[in-house]
């Protein structure tokens, strides 16, 4: 059986998940971002402590097939952004249809109307929350920021972070304001 769980973002996500499971009682084949595929069916009992133990960590059980489709967008571009070196050069409709097996329309039109913006917009938000953590780290310049993240040039980045957060890379670097959400608050 697939469950499918809101709100995991990161590897740290995925051991807390497992964790929760096993405290369930419930047996593991495998769980990635967003989804644990476990052996069998949930009884009514396991559901409880799992659903408590998902939610005291601030994880969500997902039923509603909408929901599912959110939260797989949104782990899809969180996982192409935080998951490789370098971002893949990858059309973002064509990425999302081919890992959903859906129409990009129907997947626009439902996160859209879910969330109140476009995959678009956050996936723009997602890679900003990048750019804030790769400049805190202050290892890499601008120009090999821009280019990990798959923008055209420092120029562009610069002023989409801008529009984003009000301020410059460079201001923000400098100012040393750590104003960063957590992946799941996007």
Do not use: W
């Not at 069998?40 to 997902?62: M, N, P, Q, W, Y």
């Not at 929901?67 to 797989?72: L, P």
């Not at 996936?123 to 280019?147: C, H, M, S």
């Not at 460079?170 to 608050?185: A, F, I, P, Q, T």
Request: include cysteine; hydrophobic fraction near 40%.
């Amino acid at each position: 059986m697939k469950l499918y769980i809101k709100n995991m973002v990161c590897p740290r996500c995925i051991a807390a998940v497992r964790e929760a499971l096993a405290h369930a009682g419930v047996e593991v084949m495998s769980v990635t971002l967003g989804e644990a595929e476990i052996v069998g069916d949930l009884d009514a009992e396991r559901k409880r402590t799992l659903v408590a133990r998902l939610e005291k960590s601030g994880f969500e059980l997902l039923e509603d097939r909408r929901s599912r489709i959110i939260s797989s967008v949104k782990n899809g571009i969180v996982e192409l952004i935080y998951s490789h070196e370098v971002v893949p050069d990858v059309i973002l409709s064509e990425y999302l249809s081919d890992r959903l097996h859906l129409d990009y329309k129907y997947i626009s039109t439902l996160f859209s109307e879910t969330e109140g913006r476009s995959v678009e917009k956050y996936f723009i938000a997602q890679k900003i929350e990048r750019v804030k953590e790769l400049l805190i780290y202050d290892e890499l310049t601008l120009g090999e920021i821009a280019f990990r993240l798959g923008y055209s040039s420092v120029a562009h980045l610069s002023m989409q972070f801008k529009r984003e957060t009000g301020i410059a890379p460079s201001v923000y670097k400098r100012s040393g304001v750590r104003n960063r959400r957590s992946l799941d608050e996007l």
